[in-house]
């Protein structure tokens, strides 16, 4: 069975940081495209981060870019999103996700494989 498996989501206070992880199991990370996705209550899944398949290059949102790193640890078959100088507006769920294309996607839709989400709660 191919899934994704979050963890280390918690509470933070602003300002500090949190890094939350994403294991495959039944899939090599090293073989797709891998991103993070987050989503607040009431609010649509938004794009957070992502991790080219065959290239070491990253894309981040505008609202996180240079806060948030984006890296992947293929020997434990892990990514990660270390998330730093966090904002109450930054809580949400966070979402793993994998695409099996060279470059992935900001758009949710065309991911296939998802995690079931991290919370992260940012008290201000």
């Known amino acids: 069975q191919v899934q994704l498996v979050e963890s280390g989501g918690g509470l933070v206070q602003a300002g500090g940081s949190l890094r939350i992880s994403c294991v495959g199991s039944?899939?090599?990370?090293?073989?797709?495209?891998m991103a993070w996705f987050r989503q607040a209550p009431g609010m649509e899944r938004e794009f957070v981060a992502r991790a080219y398949r065959d290239y070491d290059s990253t894309d981040y949102a505008d609202s996180v870019n240079g806060r948030f790193t984006i890296s992947r640890d293929n020997a434990k078959n892990t990514v990660y999103l270390q998330m730093d100088r966090l904002k109450p507006e930054d809580a949400a769920t966070y979402f793993c996700?994998?695409?099996?294309?060279?470059?992935?996607?900001?758009?949710?839709?065309?991911?296939?494989?998802w995690g079931q989400g991290t919370q992260v709660t940012v008290s201000s």
């Open positions: 996700a994998a695409q099996n294309r060279p470059f992935g996607s900001r758009f949710s839709t065309e991911y296939h494989v």
């Open positions: 039944g899939l090599a990370v090293s073989s797709y495209a």
